[in-house]
């Protein structure tokens, strides 16, 4: 039985060879092309890295020496009603909350919570990450209210603390 390449003669077989030659010239152009995708995405990936590390560095300086142990990114949330205080949440939330307590009535927004964290305010995924810090953070351990969607101030609970604590102006 002879080969597909004999049955043709020697002209099939040497336009299977170039068809051949072209479907490598091809893949190679798609590896080559692949393998920039992959080199951007690594070099994306180092940068995001870096600017995390340098945001981290930042926020040590800003807070300054801390009397509490430092405690690693991932810090539980404790529900309200286990907390003392405020000062049982980490920095961050710390910072959050007060950012709700000078909202007042008009409600703590993402891209606000997102400048009290010193995060860009222009960048959609900081502000959607502060926004998830608000709603799993806070209000899903009664910290806070989402009473207005997209709105976030400070439970009953926590008003009350707060106006406890604030000197009375005689109104």
């Known amino acids: 039985m ?6 043709g003669g ?11 030659d072209a479907e490598l010239v091809r893949l190679r152009t798609d590896l080559a092309d692949a393998e ?8 994306g990936l180092e940068q995001y890295l870096e600017a995390l590390a340098e945001e981290e560095a930042a926020a040590v300086v800003a807070v300054g020496a801390s009397r509490r142990k430092p405690v ?16 049982d949440l980490s920095v961050d939330y710390q910072a959050l909350m007060a950012a709700t307590l000078e909202a007042g009535a008009d409600g703590l927004g993402a891209r606000r919570a997102a400048v009290a964290l010193g995060w860009d305010s222009a960048s959609v995924s900081r502000v959607e990450g502060a926004r998830a810090r608000l709603k799993r953070g806070l209000v899903e351990r009664s910290w806070l209210v989402e009473e207005k969607p997209g709105r976030f ?8 603390a707060a106006d406890a604590g604030r000197p009375d102006d005689g109104s």
Do not use: F, K, T, Y
Request: a negative charge.
């Open 72 to 87: 690693g990114p991932r810090r539980a949330v404790p529900h309200r009603e286990n907390a003392v205080g405020v000062e």
């Open 2 to 7: 002879a080969d597909a390449v004999d049955a």
């Open 153 to 160: 101030m400070l439970s009953a609970l926590e008003q009350d």
């Open 10 to 20: 020697p002209g099939s077989a040497a336009v299977r060879v170039e068809e051949l």
């Open 36 to 43: 920039e995708v992959l080199r951007r995405r690594v070099i």
